[in-house]
C-alpha cells in the first residue's frame, strides 16, 4: 500500500492532485494557462441559525440546511457571501419544524435528523451522509471547489464524489443512453437536436437530478443550478462521480432513500408534482406535421370515427397559422376555425395548436408590436435586441422569465380559448434558432428580479415559457384543466407540462430508446411523457408502427406524430393486419384509463412515478439493472415492449411474486425469467396477483358515453394486496377541494375464501350504480358470494374460468367462499 495513503493530510493532498488532473480545464479567455482552482480549507467554526448551520474555512462558508427528516440541502460561498435563495424548481422549502442536533467531535461535526447525519469533516471540509446504522451512502472524494470565471465573473462549481464498484445511476430525465448512466458524462444544455443518435447529448430538457442505487441501497442528488452543468458518473475516472456548472451556486440536495421510490418522491417533495391532467388528455392523440387545409383534418377525424378507432386529440402544426406567425390563423386554409373546432368538438375530438416562442418582428403583426411597446423582447448586452431566424423568419423573442411577460403571454391566448382550443403545444423553447443554434451567452434576462444572462437562464426558458402558457391557459378556461405540452424543460416543468421525447426517427433503435427515455423520465420527476409513435422522421414499416403503438399504450402520454415529409401515418395508414391490431390496442388504452387515471392521482398526490424500471420495483436483484426493456406500469401491470423485427417470443424477468398473464390469465411465479409467445397480436403484460383492475367500456372518446357500470378485475392473491381506483369530473380543478372520490381495495385470499374491502375518501359520487366484478384466478369452485352480509343470486361462471357478478359500487366486503 502506498504509505502517503495512510498520512491523512498527504491523502486529501494526493487527492487535490489528482482532482487538478481530472478537470483540467484551460483559461476560457487565453486558452492557454490552466486556471487556479481553489479548495475549501480545514473547518475553522460553525454557526447556526434556526435549520441553517454556516461551516467556514475561514473565508468559504458552507451552509447545510436540514429541509426534512431526509432532505439535506449544502451550498457553498466561495468568499462568504451566498446569493439570494431563488429557485424555478423548487417554489419554496417547506419549514416544516424537524427535529435535528449539531454534535462536535474531535474530527468532525455532524448534524443529524431522525434519518440522516450530514457529516463535515474537520481537517479538509469533505462533506458526507449516513443513515442512522452509520451506514455512509453518499461522501466527497475531495473538497468542494471553485475556480474564478474571468469572462462572466462568478465562478465555475465543482463537486466530486467518491463512485462505487457497484454504484448503479439513473436519472438525468431524457439522455438517450442505457438506463443505468453508470461510466458516462453528460452535459445538459437544452438543444434542440432533431433525428438524434443513441449517446447524443445534450438533448431538449435539463433535469439535474439523480438517483444512486449502490449495495441495494438509494439516494438521490439534486443539484439545483441551471447554468450548463455536467455529470460524470464514474466515466474519467471508475471512483469518482462528479457534477459541476460553469456558474451559479454549488448548491444540491441530498435525499435520502434507502429506496428509489422513496428518493422520486422526496424529489417531487421539493419540485412539485403533475397536476391533475383533464381525462381526455390520457386518450389516444393524433398528430402530424401538418394537417392542413381544414378538409384534410375532417377526414383524418372522420377516419377515427369510421373505423372505430379511438381518438381524443387532433393537433395542428405551424401551418394553420399565418406566416408562421404566433396567435393568426392562416385563413386560405383555415376559414372560420370556430366552426372547425366547434364541428371536431361535437365529434369528440379536442383541438391542440402548435404554438412557438419565435415572433416575426413586423410592424402590422399585433402580436410584436405589443411586445416592442411593452419591452418585452430579450436583448444582448449592449441592447441590441436577440434577434434570431425561426420558422417566421427574423424573429424576436419574449423573455419568459419576466413574470409580466408571462402574464402577457398567457393572455395571447385568449382568442384561441374562446375558439374552444383545448391544449397548447409548446415547441422549439430549448430556445432554438436556426443556424446559430440557440441564443448567445450575453442575452439578458430578467429572471424573476434576479437577473441573469443566457447563461443562466437557457436552460429554464423553456420551462417558463410553457408555464407562462400553463398559467394563462388556467385563467382563461375557468375552472377547466388545461392540457399542454413542451419540448424543453427544466426540473419542476411537471408542474405545468406534460413533454414528448422530441424529433426521434422512425428506426428500431428509437422504439427500444423512446422506452427507456420515458422510464428514465418517469423517474426524473416528469411523469407525464411520451414519444413521437412511429418516429417523426423517415418511414416506419407496418410492423414498426405496430409495435410503436403497442409501446405507446403504455406510454402516459400517447400521440402519434410524424415530419410533413413523410407518407401518411395514421392508424390505418399500413392496411391489414396493423389496422386491428392498432385499434385493439387503442382501445386497450381506453378500457384501462381509470386505471391509469388512478396512477396519476397516485402520482399527483403522493408522488410515485407512472413507469416504474424493474430496477425501482426490486432494487436488491442486481442482475435488474441490466433489464432496461421491461417496467410496470403503475405498481400493478408489468410490461414488456416487444422491440425488434419479427419477434416471435420473447424473455420477461418477473420479480418476486405472482403474476397473471394478462392476455391468457395463466399464473406464473416471478423472481424468474419467463418466455413469453409475442405473436404481433400481442406484447407480453402480467397483472400482479391480488391487484383490481377497473375498466371502463370502450368508447370513442372520453365522454362519448355515460359509463353504466364499471368493470373490476380482481386477481387473486394469498397475500394481503392494496389497489387504488381514483375517479372525479375529470376536467375541473373540483378535486382540489376535495371533490374527487379515492376507493381503496385491499384483497386477500386463502385456500377457501377470498375477500375484497373496499373504503373510500372524498366527496365525488360517480353517475353509475354498479361493479361488474370479474373475478380471475380462484383456486376453488366458489360456492357462496356474500357482500355486506348479503348472499349473491346470480353468479355466473364464464368459459375462461373466471367468475363475474354485479353489485352495487358502495360495498364495503365480499367473501367469495368455496
Ligand atoms: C419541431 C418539432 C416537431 C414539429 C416541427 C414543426 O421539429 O419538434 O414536433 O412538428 O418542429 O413545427
Given at each position: ?286 398528430c402530424r406535421w401538418s394537417y392542413y ?22 393537433y395542428l402544426d405551424i401551418d394553420y397559422m399565418d406566416g408562421y406567425r404566433c396567435f393568426t390563423w392562416n385563413?386560405?386554409y383555415f ?17 391542440v395548436v402548435i404554438i412557438d416562442p419565435g415572433?416575426r ?29 425561426v420558422w417566421p423568419g427574423?424573429c ?28 397548447v403545444w409548446n415547441d422549439m423553447?430549448?430556445?432554438a ?128 406524430h410524424?415530419a410533413g ?254
Amino acid at each position: 500500500m502506498d504509505e502517503n495513503l495512510l498520512n491523512p493530510e498527504l491523502l486529501a493532498n494526493k487527492l487535490i492532485e489528482e482532482e487538478e488532473e481530472f478537470h483540467h480545464v484551460n483559461n476560457p479567455v487565453t486558452g492557454l494557462k490552466p486556471i487556479v482552482k481553489k479548495y475549501l480549507g480545514s473547518v475553522a467554526s460553525v454557526e447556526q441559525k434556526g435549520n441553517k448551520f454556516y461551516f467556514t474555512d475561514g473565508e468559504a462558508r458552507v451552509e447545510v440546511t436540514v429541509v426534512t427528516d431526509e432532505i439535506i440541502r449544502v451550498r457553498l460561498a466561495p468568499h462568504g457571501v451566498f446569493l439570494e435563495e431563488f429557485s424555478y424548481a423548487v417554489p419554496k422549502l417547506q419549514p416544516k419544524p424537524y427535529v435535528f442536533s449539531l454534535h462536535e467531535s474531535e474530527n468532525e461535526y455532524r448534524v443529524s435528523t431522525n434519518t440522516v447525519n450530514c457529516h463535515i469533516r474537520k481537517k479538509d471540509f469533505f462533506v458526507s451522509f449516513s443513515d442512522t446504522q452509520n451506514h455512509v451512502t453518499n461522501e466527497d472524494a475531495v473538497p468542494m471547489h471553485w475556480e474564478e470565471n474571468v469572462q462572466f465573473g462568478g465562478y465555475y462549481v465543482f463537486c466530486t464524489k467518491s463512485c462505487h464498484s457497484e454504484e448503479a445511476f439513473y436519472g438525468l430525465g431524457d439522455k438517450a443512453s442505457d438506463l443505468n448512466l453508470r461510466g458516462r458524462r453528460f452535459k445538459n444544455w437544452n438543444t434542440d437536436a432533431y433525428s438524434f443518435n443513441w449517446n447524443q447529448d445534450p438533448l431538449y430538457r435539463t433535469i439535474p437530478f439523480y438517483i444512486s442505487l449502490n449495495e441495494g441501497i438509494a439516494h438521490g442528488i439534486f443539484f439545483d443550478n441551471t447554468f450548463k452543468s455536467t455529470f460524470d458518473f464514474g466515466s474519467e475516472d471508475r471512483t469518482r462521480t462528479s457534477f459541476w456548472a460553469d456558474g451559479g451556486e454549488l448548491q444540491y440536495y441530498y435525499i435520502h432513500g434507502p429506496h428509489m421510490m422513496d428518493v422520486v418522491k422526496r424529489y417531487h417533495s421539493l419540485t412539485g408534482t403533475h397536476p391533475m391532467p383533464p381525462l381526455w388528455a390520457l386518450g389516444y392523440h393524433q398528430c402530424r406535421w401538418s394537417y392542413y387545409p381544414e378538409a384534410k383534418v375532417r377526414a383524418v377525424t372522420k377516419g377515427f370515427r369510421d373505423r372505430k378507432i379511438p381518438c381524443d386529440g387532433i393537433y395542428l402544426d405551424i401551418d394553420y397559422m399565418d406566416g408562421y406567425r404566433c396567435f393568426t390563423w392562416n385563413r386560405k386554409y383555415f376559414p372560420d376555425p370556430k366552426k372547425l373546432v366547434k364541428d371536431l368538438a361535437a365529434d369528440g375530438f379536442k383541438t391542440v395548436v402548435i404554438i412557438d416562442p419565435g415572433i416575426r418582428v413586423d410592424d402590422n403583426y399585433w402580436v410584436f408590436k405589443e411586445g416592442k411597446e411593452k419591452r418585452y423582447f430579450c436583448r444582448r448586452c449592449d441592447d441590441y435586441f436577440m434577434e434570431g431566424h425561426v420558422w417566421p423568419g427574423r424573429c424576436q423573442f419574449p423573455d419568459f422569465t419576466n413574470p409580466e411577460v408571462r402574464e402577457w403571454w398567457g393572455g395571447l391566448f385568449d382568442e384561441l380559448v374562446q375558439l374552444g382550443v383545448a391544449g397548447v403545444w409548446n415547441d422549439m423553447n430549448e430556445p432554438a434558432v436556426f443556424g446559430a443554434g440557440t441564443f448567445p451567452d450575453d442575452v439578458r434576462h430578467q429572471y424573476d428580479g434576479f437577473r441573469g444572462s443566457h447563461r443562466k437562464a437557457h436552460n429554464v426558458y423553456g420551462m417558463q415559457m410553457v408555464r407562462a402558457t400553463y398559467e394563462g391557459l388556467r385563467k382563461l378556461m375557468k375552472n377547466k384543466r388545461p392540457f399542454t405540452i413542451t419540448r424543453a424543460g427544466y426540473s419542476g416543468l411537471q408542474r405545468y407540462a406534460s413533454v414528448w421525447t422530441g424529433d426521434n426517427v422512425a428506426s428500431w433503435e428509437h422504439l427500444r430508446l423512446g422506452n427507456i427515455q420515458c422510464q428514465r423520465l418517469s423517474m426524473s420527476g416528469v411523469p407525464f411523457c411520451g414519444t413521437d409513435i412511429g418516429g417523426f422522421s423517415g418511414e416506419p414499416d407496418g410492423e414498426l408502427f405496430t409495435r410503436w403503438i403497442q409501446l405507446g399504450t403504455f406510454s402516459p402520454f400517447m400521440r402519434a406524430h410524424s415530419a410533413g415529409d413523410t407518407k401518411e401515418r395514421e392508424p390505418w395508414s399500413f392496411g391489414e393486419p396493423f389496422t386491428a391490431i392498432n385499434r385493439k390496442f387503442i382501445e386497450l388504452r381506453y378500457r384501462l384509463m381509470p386505471y391509469l387515471y388512478s396512477t396519476f392521482w397516485e402520482h399527483h398526490r403522493y408522488g410515485f412515478p407512472i413507469l416504474r424500471p424493474v430496477v425501482m420495483q426490486e432494487q436488491n436483484e442486481i442482475n435488474n439493472q441490466a433489464r432496461q426493456d421491461e417496467f410496470t406500469y403503475g405498481d400493478k401491470i408489468l410490461v414488456c415492449p416487444v422491440l425488434e423485427p419479427g419477434q416471435l417470443n420473447r424473455r420477461v424477468y418477473l420479480p418476486t411474486g405472482t403474476w397473471f398473464n394478462y392476455w391468457t390469465n395463466e399464473q406464473s411465479e416471478g423472481g424468474q425469467e419467463v418466455v413469453v409467445p409475442t405473436p404481433l397480436e400481442t406484447i407480453p403484460l402480467f397483472i400482479k396477483a391480488g391487484a383490481v383492475i377497473p375498466e371502463y367500456p370502450v368508447m370513442q372518446y372520453v365522454g362519448e358515453k355515460e359509463i353504466e357500470e364499471v368493470k373490476l378485475n380482481v386477481y387473486f392473491t394469498e397475500h394481503e394486496v392494496n389497489s387504488f381506483f381514483f375517479e372525479d369530473y375529470g376536467e375541473t380543478f373540483a378535486y382540489e377541494q376535495d371533490i374527487y372520490l379515492e376507493k381503496k381495495f385491499i384483497v386477500a385470499g386463502k385456500d377457501s375464501i377470498l375477500t375484497i374491502q373496499q373504503s373510500m375518501e372524498g366527496l365525488y359520487t360517480p353517475r353509475y350504480e354498479n361493479y361488474h366484478f370479474n373475478i380471475i384466478g380462484l383456486p376453488f369452485k366458489a360456492s357462496k358470494v356474500i357482500i355486506d352480509g348479503k348472499e349473491v343470486k346470480e353468479l355466473i361462471l364464464n368459459e375462461d374460468k373466471t367468475l363475474s357478478f354485479k353489485f352495487s359500487k358502495n360495498f364495503k366486503h365480499i367473501d367469495i367462499i368455496k
